[in-house]
């Protein structure tokens, strides 16, 4: 079975100091790879998604950079954190394009709350 | 432009009672539709999923959905609700493609309590 692993678990880092969370994914090969934020009670903001190694696609401009430098790990990062990077980092997966069970169904790890102080 | 809503931010039932959160959506054609449930703190987990066939689906922790059509609805239902069932709950519809791949939109979610 497929499972998903997000490291760490909670994250408390100051203002302007760099980032760097981690997405494992087990069980599977080229999978569809995504990073979502969740701010305080909001919804889910999808911020990167990938289809393969070393291609990424962002949903929106922002501070956040992302990486994929194998088949099954997720890399977000950042070089100077801000305050409104603060929130619950969700990393996802689905089927990639050839597997026969189709793309579409996402599957959640547990999350990083980060808190910038 | 496709999009989910779910009407209802906060819900409140008493143990035991029925539970109905609702979904409507916009899209252009039959859409996949998905429930997800997140605990406070937690990562969101699959609840249900419609893709065709049987318009009325089956998932886990007893919960069902159905996929109505006409009504852009695509609502969660549970008989009897647990005090494990407080949570948030979200809708989402795909495939919405892009860039290669296919994405969900996701609704603003559901908080769901519930009182002893």
């Known amino acids: 079975s497929q499972t998903i692993h997000q490291w760490p678990a909670t994250l408390v880092q100051p203002v302007g100091s760099p980032l760097s969370l981690e997405c494992t994914v087990e069980?599977?090969?080229?999978?569809?790879l995504y990073w979502y934020r969740q701010a305080a009670g909001r919804g889910l903001q999808l911020l990167f998604y990938?289809?393969?190694?070393?291609?990424i696609s962002s949903e929106v401009p922002q501070n956040l950079s992302a990486s994929r430098p194998q088949d099954r790990q997720f890399i977000l990062s950042s070089k100077k954190l801000l305050l409104s990077d603060s929130g619950f980092y969700l990393c996802?997966?689905?089927?990639?394009?050839?597997?026969?069970?189709?793309?579409?169904?996402?599957?959640f790890g547990p999350g990083t709350r980060l808190t910038v102080l | 432009a496709q999009s989910v809503t779910q009407p209802d931010i906060h819900i409140t039932v008493s143990e035991g009672a029925s539970l109905e959160l609702r979904c409507n959506y916009s899209?252009?054609?039959?859409?996949?539709l998905f429930w997800y449930v997140q605990s406070p703190g937690q990562g969101l987990q699959l609840l249900l999923k419609?893709?065709?066939?049987?318009?009325l689906v089956q998932g886990i922790k007893g919960f069902e959905a159905e996929f109505k059509r006409s009504q852009s609805s695509f609502n969660l239902r549970k008989p009897s609700v647990h005090w494990s069932d407080a949570a948030e709950y979200f809708c989402?519809?795909?495939?919405?493609?892009?860039?290669?791949?296919?994405?969900?939109?996701f609704g603003a979610g559901t908080r769901l309590a519930v009182h002893p």
């Open positions: 996802a997966w689905s089927p990639g394009t050839s597997s026969p069970w189709g793309t579409d169904t996402q599957y």
């Open positions: 069980g599977t090969s080229n999978p569809n």
């Open positions: 990938s289809v393969g190694i070393g291609q």
């Open positions: 899209y252009g054609a039959t859409p996949y």
């Open positions: 419609y893709f065709s066939g049987d318009t």
């Open positions: 989402a519809v795909g495939p919405s493609f892009s860039g290669g791949y296919n994405k969900l939109i």
